[in-house]
């Protein structure tokens, strides 16, 4: 079936690093990809989403970009805050006639120190 | 507007002990999940309604599990006889029509003693 994989963390980087968190997913479809993130003592958000190939997402300065060829969806960030500490989870819906379940990786807990 | 609302956050049951969860979308959704978190893990898909259907049901482990949205809004998620392996947070998203994007409740974190 459909998965998601996402790099292991935790992620710790100081405040104004470059950020990537890589994904990459199995899917026998065209699905839509998100990135989600959970903020501590929070529910999950999604942060930004791209439907189909070549599309890129956008939010609060957290870039992804579905890119079919090599089947990954990695979050980038130019520079990070002490604000983006959060855990980080690549999803996807499968793509079709699908009832839209979300298939989620792991997670990426990163830690943006001062 | 209100966001998913879910209750009890936190609940504490001994082994053998049924437990309801229950979860308020946002009002008009149609779609409605529920999701299972262990800890340090990403959630896993339970259960799948569609106003007052349940149309998917595949990824309830056990018999133990049963869902239910008798009127389309409100859904109660229980677990009979819990175990220890029930441990984790219960999640609920909604959503306005199939495919579109979902809004999570806060979660309830079940711990089975």
């Known amino acids: 079936g459909d998965s998601v994989t996402q790099m292991e963390g935790p992620v710790t980087l100081s405040e104004e690093a470059f950020l990537t968190i890589n994904c990459t997913y199995t899917a026998t479809g065209y699905p839509s990809l998100f990135w989600y993130v959970q903020y501590p003592g929070e529910g999950l958000q999604l942060l930004l989403k791209?439907?189909?190939?070549?599309d890129k997402g956008s939010n609060k300065g957290f870039e992804a970009t579905y890119r079919k060829e090599t089947t990954s969806f990695h979050l980038e960030k130019g520079s990070v805050q002490v604000s983006d500490s959060a855990v980080y989870f690549c999803a996807l819906i499968e793509g079709g006639g699908s009832q839209g379940n979300l298939i989620f990786g792991k997670g990426t807990k990163l830690s943006v120190k001062p | 507007g209100a966001g998913v609302s879910q209750s009890p956050r936190y609940k504490v049951a001994k082994r053998g002990q049924d437990v309801a969860l229950r979860c308020d979308p946002i009002?008009?959704?149609?779609?409605l999940f529920w999701y299972q978190q262990a800890l340090g893990q990403g959630p896993e898909f339970l259960t799948y309604?569609?106003?007052?259907?349940?149309?998917?049901k595949s990824g309830l482990p056990s018999d133990r599990f049963f869902a239910e949205r008798p009127e389309g809004s409100v859904s109660t998620l229980k677990i009979q006889r819990t175990q220890q392996e029930d441990s984790a947070v219960y999640l609920c998203?909604?959503?306005?029509?199939?495919?579109?994007?979902?809004?999570f409740g806060p979660g309830t974190r079940l711990t089975v003693t």
């Open positions: 998203a909604s959503s306005l029509v199939v495919r579109a994007e979902q809004y």
């Open positions: 009002s008009g959704h149609v779609s």
């Open positions: 791209a439907t189909k190939a070549d």
């Open positions: 309604f569609q106003n007052e259907a349940q149309l998917d």
